[in-house]
């Protein structure tokens, strides 16, 4: 089974905000579109992934994330993260109806394609399927099989509000990479030290990082 990734990207001007105690004004943008790449990058060299799409307004990443052969879907609904989402599996379930599709975070800078291929293997096993995070509140990926609508429940306390949404618990380990989002100083450190992308490491070695 091939999946079809849908990854949300906000304004790089507007992502991570969090990361202001590590990351200047002027070097969080980079930041964002780093992680984005990288992330895009291995998702695109999992033996799993048929392909990715990337719903974002933004000009920037639009045409990097494009270059590295990600699909653009703006974000038309303008409703927030879960609704791009929505959207986004939409638009590529019109072109390709029996496809499964999974929900991918655009901040896992560390993100390994065969640990990746192997949480999609496991959510193929079910209707919908969801990856916690390394801090076991939010939610790193969200998947649905063929025939099943998405419903993304993205934000505050994911984990939670997809465990009640009815989509089953992908509890693996080894597959560290896939959990490792980036919202603070602390999970930037947490990434590098499993080893991020070039395009992340090129960025962050302009940042004054205690212990990187």
Not at 103 to 112: F, I, K
Not at 166 to 174: K, N, Q, T
């Amino acid at each position: 089974m091939q999946w079809t990734l849908v990854i949300p990207l906000k304004s790089l001007a507007r992502a991570k905000s969090r990361l202001s105690d590590t990351a200047a004004d002027g070097l969080r943008p980079s930041l964002a579109l780093a992680f984005a790449q990288d992330t895009v990058a291995a998702a695109l060299a999992s033996p799993a992934v048929r392909n990715v799409a990337v719903v974002t307004d933004d000009e920037l990443a639009g045409r990097e994330l494009a270059a590295l052969g990600a699909r653009i879907v703006s974000d038309e609904p303008g409703g927030g993260l879960n609704a791009a989402l929505a959207h986004a599996a939409a638009v590529v379930r019109a072109a390709s109806p029996a496809c499964p599709v999974a929900a991918l975070n655009a901040d896992l800078p560390a993100l390994r394609p065969f640990e990746l291929a192997r949480v999609l293997e496991a959510a193929g096993e079910f209707p919908r399927a969801f990856l916690a995070d390394a801090a076991a509140i939010g939610t790193t990926l969200l998947a649905a099989a063929p025939g099943r609508e998405l419903l993304p429940a993205f934000g505050p306390c994911s984990r939670t509000r997809h465990d009640d949404s009815g989509a089953s618990e992908l509890l693996l380990d080894s597959v560290d990479s896939v959990r490792q989002d980036v919202d603070t100083g602390a999970d930037l450190r947490a990434a590098l030290a499993l080893g991020v992308g070039p395009r992340t490491a090129a960025v962050a070695a302009r940042l004054l990082i205690p212990g990187q």
